[in-house]
Antibody, heavy 115, light 112 residues
Framework: AVQLVESGGGLVQPKESLKISCAAS????????MYWVRQAPGKGLEWVAR??????????YYADSVKGRFTISRDDSKSMVYLQMDNLKTEDTAMYYC??????WGQGVMVTVSS | DVVLTQTPPTLSATIGQSVSISCRSS???????????LNWLLQRPGQPPQLLIY???RLESGVPNRFSGSGSGTDFTLKISGVEAEDLGVYYC?????????FGSGTKLEIK
């Protein structure tokens, strides 16, 4: 069965950085494009970042709200996907999930940006 | 990005009642490979989303058959035939035909 386990969340101050991780198993990770999706408290689901596979040159894409501040990456040898978040803003406060095409979901990791 | 318009935003149902949720896409979700990548998710309070329906109408393993999905092109429907108490939560449609992944705004199902 597909398993996605996020880690690395926490409380940070505005303008600080944080890196969250997602460990994947149960499928051929190297063949799958991966997403980070977030959900602000009481709000809906919003895609944040996407990374494609090696044959697609690990191309990355970002929502306008995080472009230039967040960086998605992956390590196929470890079946891991990461989200480096820099210059964090209070509006980045959310539960962050990794997902494969919106079908399988982890438990998520909470990121709180507050002074 | 593809916009998914989901209605209604809230539903209040009694146990045993049948309800439907609509999801309309700003463009056809039929992929060039012949599949339509429209899924339905349920997010129970305090839980991550879980997959109910994939490829428009295919029931995810373990999901009760009172849930059903239908539609094509740009119009899709989730139906619950006989709501049960455990069905409360927020329902989302999500498409992956056209990158990036996009979501409907959600339908909150309340039990009367």
């Amino acid at each position: 069965a597909v398993q996605l386990v996020e880690s690395g969340g926490g409380l940070v101050q505005p303008k600080e950085s944080l890196k969250i991780s997602c460990a994947a198993s149960g499928f051929t990770f190297s063949n799958a494009a991966m997403y980070w999706v977030r959900q602000a408290p009481g709000k809906g689901l919003e895609w944040v970042a996407r990374i494609r596979t090696k044959p697609n040159n690990y191309a990355t894409y970002y929502a306008d709200s995080v472009k230039g501040r967040f960086t998605i990456s992956r390590d196929d040898s470890k079946s891991m996907v990461y989200l480096q978040m820099d210059n964090l803003k209070t509006e980045d406060t959310a539960m962050y999930y990794c997902t494969v095409n919106g079908e399988d979901w982890g438990q998520g990791v909470m990121v709180t940006v507050s002074s | 990005d593809v916009v998914l318009t989901q209605t209604p935003p809230t539903l209040s149902a009694t146990i045993g009642q049948s309800v439907s949720i609509s999801c309309r896409s700003s463009q056809s979700l039929l992929h060039s490979n012949g599949n339509t990548y429209l899924n339905w998710l349920l997010q129970r309070p305090g839980q991550p989303p879980q997959l109910l329906i994939y490829l428009v109408s295919r029931l995810e393993s373990g999901v009760p058959n009172r849930f059903s999905g239908s539609g094509s092109g740009t119009d899709f429907t989730l139906k619950i035939s006989g709501v049960e108490a455990e069905d409360l939560g927020v329902y989302y449609c999500v498409q992956s035909t056209h990158a990036p992944l996009t979501f409907g705004s959600g339908t909150k199902l309340e039990i009367k």
